[in-house]
């Protein structure tokens, strides 16, 4: 149940914790364009990045539930293997990969893989669980 993303940022020496949102993956590109118009003059910073974007997340989620911050052992080498990305992913909207040399992402395992990168998303609506423990 929701509308799952996880979201990780790197550029070339260093790898993000993942951004964990449960019901705001089809927001991603929306908040990822945001997101770069937001860093500029700051590219290739993906601990910046992934704060500014978990900030930008969480102006937009109401109350205490649907977006984490969560610890990863993930290499550069990874970050270009379908299979693990794929294994990790949550489901819904799947993996989201930023590269924050230039916000390019790509997406595995999840419905956003499918989607070109410049396609814009429908407009973002917050949705609340019905169960509080979601």
């Not at 590109?29 to 601990?47: K, N, S, T, W």
């Not at 299979?83 to 790509?106: I, Q, R, Y």
Request: charged content about 20%.
């Amino acid at each position: 149940m929701g509308d799952r993303a996880l979201i990780i940022f790197h550029d070339k020496d260093t790898i993000s914790p993942s951004v964990y949102l449960h019901w705001h993956g089809e927001a991603v590109p929306e908040i990822l364009r945001e997101l770069a118009e937001y860093m500029q003059g700051r590219h290739g910073d993906a601990a910046y990045a992934a704060a500014r974007f978990a900030g930008i997340c969480h102006r937009r989620i109401s109350g205490n539930l649907s977006l984490g911050i969560v610890s990863n052992q993930l290499s550069h080498d990874d970050l270009h293997d379908a299979a693990v990305l794929e294994e990790m992913s949550p489901g819904n909207a799947g993996v989201v990969v930023v590269d924050t040399g230039d916000f390019t992402w790509k997406a595995y395992g999840g419905y956003l893989a499918g989607r070109p990168p410049g396609q814009a998303p429908p407009p973002l609506v917050l949705v609340k669980p019905s169960n509080p423990n979601d």
